[in-house]
T-cell receptor, first 113, second 113 residues
Framework: NAGVTQTPKFQVLKTGQSMTLQCAQDMNHEYMSWYRQDPGMGLRLIHYSVGAGITDQGEVPNGYNVSRSTTEDFPLRLLSAAPSQTSVYFC????????????FGSGTRLTVV | GQQLNQSPQSMFIQEGEDVSMNCTSSSIFNTWLWYKQDPGEGPVLLIALYKAGELTSNGRLTAQFGITRKDSFLNISASIPSDVGIYFCAGQLGGGGADGLTFGKGTHLIIQP
C-alpha cells in the first residue's frame, strides 16, 4: 500500500497565484485532513473531511478551500497565494474516527514569494 | 481552541540516557497520541492512549494518559542515535474524529554520542 501520497513535494508560487495541493490515500479511510506546519507552531488543522461530500473548517481555514468528491482524494486549494501561506503542508487520513491514529503524508513544502 | 503545552522544547542528552517529555492541556481530551517526525517526513504514530490512567509501551517507549485527561507523558529508555527527531503530542476531543487533532509544539531530541 502506498498510504497517503502528497504531490508536489516542493512548490514555489508568486503572490496571487492559485494552486492545488493533491492528497490521495489507498487505505479506504473515511477521515482526511490538512495541516500546516510552521516553525515553533507545531501542526495546525486547516480543513477536514469525515467522508465523501462532507468537509468542515479547522483552526486556520482562511485562504484555503477543500472538496471531497471521492473517498480517496482530498485536494487543498490556495485561491490567491500570500507569503503568510509559506509553510509545510501535511495531509493525514484515519480509519474509525481517528481511534487508531492518523497516517500522514510526507508533506508539500510551499514557498510564496 | 484548545492549547497544548509541550515541554521541554528541546533536549540534549547522551546516548543511553532516559528521556522524559510531557504535554498539558487546558481542556480535556479523550485520546492522546504521540508522534515522531524525522526531517523531511510527516509525523509517524508512536503510541495511542484511549483511557484516563492508561499506561502503554511500545518497545523502549512508554506513554501515559493522565488521570485528569489534561496531560500525558512519554518516556524513552536507553536512548539510541535513531531516536533523534521531533516528538509531538496530540490530543483529540470527540469520538467522531471530526475535530481533528490538536498538536503540541514539539520536543526536539538531540543525542550526543
Amino acid at each position: 500500500n502506498a498510504g497517503v501520497t502528497q504531490t508536489p513535494k516542493f512548490q514555489v508560487l508568486k503572490t496571487g497565484q492559485s494552486m492545488t495541493l493533491q492528497c490521495a490515500q489507498d487505505m479506504n479511510h473515511e477521515y482526511m485532513s490538512w495541516y500546516r506546519q510552521d516553525p515553533g507552531m507545531g501542526l495546525r488543522l486547516i480543513h477536514y473531511s469525515v467522508g465523501a461530500g462532507i468537509t468542515d473548517q479547522g483552526e486556520v481555514p482562511n485562504g484555503y478551500n477543500v472538496s471531497r468528491s471521492t473517498t480517496e482524494d482530498f485536494p487543498l486549494r490556495l485561491l490567491s497565494a500570500a507569503p503568510s501561506q509559506t509553510s509545510v503542508y501535511f495531509c493525514a487520513s484515519s480509519y474509525g474516527a481517528g481511534l487508531y491514529g492518523y497516517t500522514f503524508g510526507s508533506g508539500t513544502r510551499l514557498t510564496v514569494v | 481552541g484548545q492549547q497544548l503545552n509541550q515541554s521541554p522544547q528541546s533536549m540534549f542528552i547522551q546516548e543511553g540516557e532516559d528521556v522524559s517529555m510531557n504535554c498539558t492541556s487546558s481542556s480535556i481530551f479523550n485520546t492522546w497520541l504521540w508522534y515522531k517526525q524525522d526531517p523531511g517526513e510527516g509525523p509517524v504514530l508512536l503510541i495511542a492512549l484511549y483511557k484516563a490512567g492508561e499506561l502503554t509501551s511500545n518497545g523502549r517507549l512508554t506513554a501515559q494518559f493522565g488521570i485528569t485527561r489534561k496531560d500525558s507523558f512519554l518516556n524513552i529508555s536507553a536512548s539510541i542515535p535513531s531516536d533523534v527527531g521531533i516528538y509531538f503530542c496530540a490530543g483529540q476531543l470527540g469520538g467522531g474524529g471530526a475535530d481533528g487533532l490538536t498538536f503540541g509544539k514539539g520536543t526536539h531530541l538531540i543525542i550526543q554520542p
